[in-house]
Each structure stands twice: as structure tokens, then as C-alpha cells.
């Protein structure tokens, strides 16, 4: 699996989990949210108050677990987080913030942590009420199903996601100051994706000695790297929320930016983001492919960042994509609408190591084989500008007929 990051800074911790932080326990049941058997409620607990940071959607019509999280975060704390599926508790008006701040008490109760240490989240269907009795049972029954290994943390897992077909996770070591650091995440989404947030859920866990204003920071750029490149579909939902929470048991030094080991732990970090990012991007409804558009040559970072996500929430793209159609005219005609700075002329585009256009004239090349390529579970696609020394990574997957079947029906 590629990554932006850098490798020899971290060790890949093979079947690492949520819970492999020292610290942490986390479980998942079934309430009865979901008209299913899946389960729908879920939480992590740190045996500490943990510094803690999140970010959010920046979608104006926010989910009332937002305003509950945000509430409970601003000390930098957190010792737990509840978070079901199947409903989204937005646009529920005041009933709806009652019924999330609700969930905190019985969680911190049940939990037995203080209440302004608790952060809610919720997916699934806007706009109808929780079944708080359901609710309520399924936080009672939490404690029983917390523990510290795979089992409880794949329940959690499966407790969190909604369309999706499988469970994102990651989980990284980083060696601080002689001492072994974990990092570890995991995510849903599906669909609903769009830079700047997207349908998502995902929380990060950390045993690093870090402050909360460190931690925040960290986050917001890790994000913008990653979360923050990949869309599905170009809708930004009213839920998404990213919280990260470390424990501090490892015992290291305090991780600042001056402290020597502060960008390997970065560098770790970002790749747990960057890994949950492109599981959701792959995982896009109805998806058959991940598509990674790679900008580099923009008069800026941002610049090549506004150019990649242009290429990659293209609907024409996409549909190219899901056809294994070598139509370069569609990804030059999203560079040239993405509003940035370019020379029309010297513009080059590969499919992977096919070259399709260079400097904005069309190449002769072998179309079997970029047919055959795109046919693969992994597309690259890469546009140098010639015009700076900017660059920038998206991901999205294809437009595929069962995206429009998937959400034709959601409620139903």
C-alpha cells in the first residue's frame, strides 16, 4: 500500500487494533437501532482522562453528538466515547440534543467516568429521532462488553459502520525517547464522502505522552492530508467527527514539536489517518476501485490540493473509471476548471505509467494495455503542471450503477 509518509519513522503493527494502545478498552453490541442483527452501539474507554482533540464537519447543519462533543472537549480531555449507527440524530431539533446529552450521562454512569469526559457520535438515517429505550439498553449493556482484545475491538468495529462493507483499521509503532509508542485508528464511511470531512466517523487512540494542544494541532494537519483528500460522492454529511485520545501511559518525554522524536510520531500518525482515509475511499458505495490522483508541479501545496480533489470528485472521471476508459480529455478538463494557476501548455497526465498527454498534447499509446490497467482495483492517476514545485494526493473510487441503486433506497 503506498503512503505520503515516511516509512523507516514507524512499524506497521501487524492486526494492531484500537485497543492495542496501552490504556485502552473498547466493545460493541446490538441495541435494536438497526433493522438488522449488526451490531449499532458501541464505546472505547481509556482506564485515564486522556488529552484528546477532534475535527468536524464543516457542514453548517450540524448533528446535535457534535455539540454534546464539542462541549466535552474543551477542557482537552476525553476518558470515553459512545457512538451508535443506524440513526444520525441530526436535524432532530431540541428533542435531539436532549436525547445526545442524554447518551453522555448514561455512558459516563454506566462507564463510570465524569460526564464532561465523554464524546457521542452517531451515523445513519437523518432526521428521525433516536429510540432512546434502545438506546439506553444498549449503554447498560456496554460494560459487559469492553476488554482489550481483537474480539472487542473487531465488535467496535462492526458497531460503528453503516453501507460500509468492511472495517477500517490501522495501527503503527514509534519509538519516543527509547520507549515504544502505539497509534492506532479506526473509521466508517462509505458514502456521503467529500473533502472537508465527509459521512465519516473515526477515532485514533495513542499511550503517547503528548498535551492537548499538541495533539489538536497534530490532528488538523493530519487531516488536511488525508481525511480531508478523499470524496466519494461530493456530499459532506451533518455527522462527521475525528477524535483522537492518548492515554500517556508509555511513559515517554512530552511530545512537543521541538522534542527531537516529534516527526517520526507525526510521521506515524499521519499514516494511520492516511490508511483509515483510503480504506474509505475504497470502500465508496457501490465502489470498485480506489482512484488516487496524484498533482505534483502547482504553484503551491494548496494549490495542488485544490486541483486533486477537482480530478478525483469529477463524476466524468469517476465514470471513465468504473468503464476502464482512457478519456484523458475529462481529467484535462477538471485541471482546467479547479480554478488554480496553470500553464495550458505543459501539462503532462499518466494512467499509472501509461503517458496519455504531454505538455497538453495528446501521445499516442497503447490502448489494450491502458485498458487492462484500468481494470485493476488500484488506479493512479498523476498530473504534473510544470509550473511549481506544489504537490498533492486525492483518493475517491469509481461511479458505479449500484452507487445509484444504494442510495435510491437508503431508508428503505
Not at 473515526?202 to 490532528?219: C, N, P
Not at 490522483?293 to 480530478?311: F, L, P
Not at 501509461?354 to 498530473?383: G, H, K, N
Request: glycine letters at 10%.
Amino acid at each position: 500500500m503506498g503512503t505520503n509518509v515516511k516509512q523507516q519513522a514507524y512499524t506497521v503493527v501487524k492486526n494492531g487494533t484500537i485497543v492495542t494502545p496501552r490504556g485502552f478498552a473498547a466493545g460493541g453490541l446490538h441495541c435494536g437501532l438497526k433493522k438488522t442483527s449488526r451490531n449499532d452501539i458501541g464505546a472505547i474507554r481509556c482506564e485515564v482522562p486522556a488529552a484528546a482533540a477532534a475535527v468536524y464537519t464543516t457542514n453548517v447543519f450540524q448533528a446535535a453528538p457534535l455539540k454534546v462533543t464539542r462541549e466535552s472537549l474543551s477542557n482537552g480531555r476525553l476518558q470515553a466515547v459512545v457512538v451508535n449507527s443506524g440513526n444520525a440524530n441530526a436535524c432532530t431539533g431540541q428533542q435531539g440534543e436532549k436525547d445526545a446529552y442524554a447518551m453522555r450521562s448514561a455512558a459516563a454512569r454506566e462507564l463510570g467516568v465524569a460526564e464532561e469526559d465523554v464524546a457521542v457520535a452517531s451515523t445513519g438515517v437523518i432526521g428521525e429521532l433516536l429510540k432512546m429505550d434502545a438506546v439506553h439498553s444498549g449503554i447498560s449493556a456496554l460494560p459487559a462488553s469492553l476488554g482489550q482484545d481483537a474480539n472487542e475491538a473487531e465488535q467496535f468495529s462492526q458497531a460503528i459502520l453503516t453501507t460500509d462493507l468492511v472495517k477500517k483499521e490501522a495501527c503503527v509503532s514509534v519509538v519516543v525517547n527509547g520507549k515504544t509508542v502505539t497509534i492506532a485508528g479506526a473509521a466508517k464511511g462509505s458514502g456521503m464522502i467529500h473533502p472537508n470531512m465527509a459521512t465519516m466517523l473515526a477515532f485514533m487512540t495513542s499511550d503517547a505522552v503528548i498535551g492537548a494542544e499538541a495533539l489538536q494541532r497534530l490532528l488538523r494537519q493530519a487531516t488536511n492530508h488525508t481525511f480531508n483528500m478523499i470524496t466519494v460522492d461530493g456530499d459532506t454529511s451533518t455527522n462527521d467527527m475525528l477524535v483522537a485520545m492518548s492515554s500517556g501511559l508509555a511513559g515517554n518525554e512530552e511530545l512537543t514539536v521541538e522534542h527531537p522524536d516529534w516527526e517520526a510520531f507525526a510521521a506515524g500518525f499521519t499514516y494511520v489517518c492516511e490508511v483509515l482515509a483510503k480504506a474509505i475511499a475504497r470502500d465508496g458505495e457501490g465502489a470498485t476501485k480506489l482512484v488516487e490522483v496524484h498533482v505534483t508541479g502547482g504553484v503551491s501545496d494548496e494549490s495542488a490540493q485544490a486541483i486533486a480533489k477537482t480530478v478525483i470528485g469529477s463524476s466524468l472521471v469517476k465514470s471513465a473509471m468504473f468503464g476502464a476508459d482512457a478519456n484523458w480529455g475529462r481529467i484535462i478538463a477538471a485541471v482546467g476548471r479547479a480554478g488554480q494557476p496553470l500553464n495550458p501548455d505543459t501539462v503532462d497526465i499518466r494512467l499509472g505509467d501509461i503517458s496519455v498527454l504531454a505538455q497538453s498534447r495528446p501521445v499516442a499509446f497503447d490502448e489494450e494495455a491502458a485498458l487492462a490497467y484500468l481494470q485493476t482495483d488500484t488506479v493512479r492517476i498523476v498530473v504534473d503542471l510544470h509550473h511549481g514545485e506544489g504537490t498533492a494526493t486525492a483518493w475517491g473510487c469509481d461511479l458505479t450503477y449500484d452507487y445509484v441503486r444504494i442510495n435510491a433506497a437508503y431508508r428503505t
